[in-house]
């Protein structure tokens, strides 16, 4: 029996550094010919003078000047006063080939540009344009690693490149190897997106699945790390019961929900098998059970959905015009990363289709003092408005902060309860439903407003100092598309 399995994906950021690196490089092309004598004749001889050198070549003093410097620059002679002799590099590639025939190759200076990641520097492909930002989860390298980065570069460098050389096309084939770093510069610090899916398997049991492209080319001491920084990173949530959820459930009217409830314990196990698997068990018309975050894949296309045919207004409804409310559950893996950037992008595209202005509002708790981490939090493309309610003394967030509520008003909306796994405290399951249901909605709108509205109500982010628009003082003016008489009439309408 499988069950929906994915209920979140967080990216995790991995700390990598940049450098342009200047080295001389081992290609697999033959010395010159002169060159390659001068090295047989100083394996024979040993240490040869700079005059006995000139003399046996018939070089001017400037003409075994620029050969000489040359070697030496390639790293094949070593200079003594005024003798020369083989380098240990040189000799190294005459016992490679076994005898007085040396194994040499072409050195030449190339420029280099190479991202490792600070755990174990592997060398990582490209990364294109912006990175990650400050809406992902960064995960820490050690003190030593940020401190001597450039040594460790360095010499990753020469160990590792051939990994290196398999991804330039200018070095795949001919290069060699490395003879030489002669000079390595940070460019810039930042930090590579891995996201990390979150799922159920069939026993109910939580499945952490890493990125597979980051997988297969990782080491296993970096997979490791981001295991147990993944492991560090889960709330260390004890709660006991199901807090809010009795709530949730009388606020909603959810006789099917409550029929898993005994006291404070919650059979997930059998609500999703009925309801979501066998669907034996079907909530009433008008309503669709929805599981996981709603920023997921396939619950954003349902909402997209749902929004592109209210604005089209392909059924009888007429076309219904307004911005979307998203009020977000107070969690510390809810919307971290690409998963929940892209949802954004996407809400914010169909509301804009036709020229219009109507845009997504991102409802958050943020106590005085903190917004600024928030901002930080939930910065992403496209995202404008993002208003911050402040819960009074005494008074905690709506529903123990488990709710998380989506309102296209007066068209549908969405509710999930994010409900503690058993066992994993830290991790939570958004269970709820979507609901055309006039009564639904009519809660939603109320319960947003309950959450955000009065003296709770903070203020609006303002994301950049470009952003000149007048700051709201009041909710009313803050979400003015909220601002609507609660609906009157009855009825489920048809499900979608």
């Not at 990753?156 to 991804?167: D, K, L």
């Amino acid at each position: 029996m499988n069950i929906p399995s994915e209920f979140n994906r967080v990216t995790f950021g991995l700390p990598i550094e940049t450098f342009r690196v200047e080295a001389y490089i081992a290609l697999d092309e033959r010395l010159p010919v002169v060159t390659e004598f001068v090295l047989r004749l100083l394996r024979v001889c040993g240490r040869v003078s700079m005059l006995a050198f000139r003399n046996y070549f018939g070089f001017t003093d400037s003409e075994a000047l620029s050969v000489v410097e040359s070697l030496s620059r390639q790293g094949l002679i070593d200079l003594l006063d005024d003798e020369m002799q083989l380098s240990l590099f040189a000799i190294e590639r005459f016992e490679e080939a076994g005898g007085d025939y040396p194994r040499f190759n072409k050195v030449e200076l190339k420029k280099d540009t190479v991202t490792f990641d600070l755990i174990s520097f592997t060398p990582l492909r490209s990364v294109n344009g912006e990175l990650a930002s400050d809406n992902i989860i960064k995960l820490n390298a050690a003190e030593d690693a940020l401190g001597e980065s450039k040594e460790r570069a360095r010499l990753a460098y020469r160990q590792r490149y051939p990994e290196i050389a398999s991804m330039r096309e200018d070095f795949r084939d001919k290069s060699y190897g490395v003879h030489s770093v002669e000079d390595i510069e940070s460019k810039k610090r930042s930090y590579l997106p891995i996201p990390v899916s979150f799922s159920l398997d069939q026993d109910g049991q939580v499945e952490r699945k890493i990125d597979e492209a980051f997988e297969r080319a990782a080491p296993p001491e970096l997979i490791q790390f981001v295991n147990e920084e993944v492991t560090a990173a889960i709330p260390k949530t004890i709660s006991i019961g199901t807090p809010g959820l009795g709530e949730f459930i009388e606020a909603f009217d959810l006789k099917l929900m409550s029929q898993y409830l005994t006291g404070k314990k919650f059979d997930l196990a059998g609500y999703l098998a009925d309801v979501h698997v066998t669907r034996n068990v079907k909530y009433p018309k008008g309503m669709d059970a929805i599981f996981g975050n709603v920023y997921l894949h396939e619950n954003v296309e349902r909402v997209v959905a749902r929004i592109r045919d209210r604005r089209e207004g392909k059924r009888q409804h007429g076309k219904l015009l307004t911005s979307l409310a998203w009020l977000v559950p107070d969690y510390e893996l809810w919307g971290r990363g690409d998963a929940f950037a892209k949802s954004v992008a996407q809400f914010s595209n169909v509301l804009r289709v036709g020229g219009s202005f109507d845009t997504l509002y991102l409802l958050t708790n943020a106590e005085q003092g903190q917004e600024n981490e928030a901002v930080s939090r939930f910065r992403v493309q496209q995202l404008n408005e993002l208003h911050f309610s402040r819960p009074g003394l005494n008074e905690g967030p709506l529903m123990a902060g488990r709710v998380e509520l989506m309102l296209y008003p007066t068209g549908f909306m969405v509710a999930t309860y994010h409900l503690s796994i058993p066992g994993s405290h830290g991790l939570w399951v958004p269970i709820g439903f979507i609901s055309t249901q006039p009564r639904h909605l009519d809660t939603a709108h109320k319960l947003i407003c309950q959450a955000m509205a009065r003296k709770r109500y903070g203020r609006r982010a303002k994301f950049s100092l470009k952003d000149e628009r007048p700051m709201p003082t009041t909710f009313e003016e803050g979400c003015p598309f909220l601002q609507y008489s609660g609906l009157t009439h009855e009825g489920p309408e048809e499900s979608d």
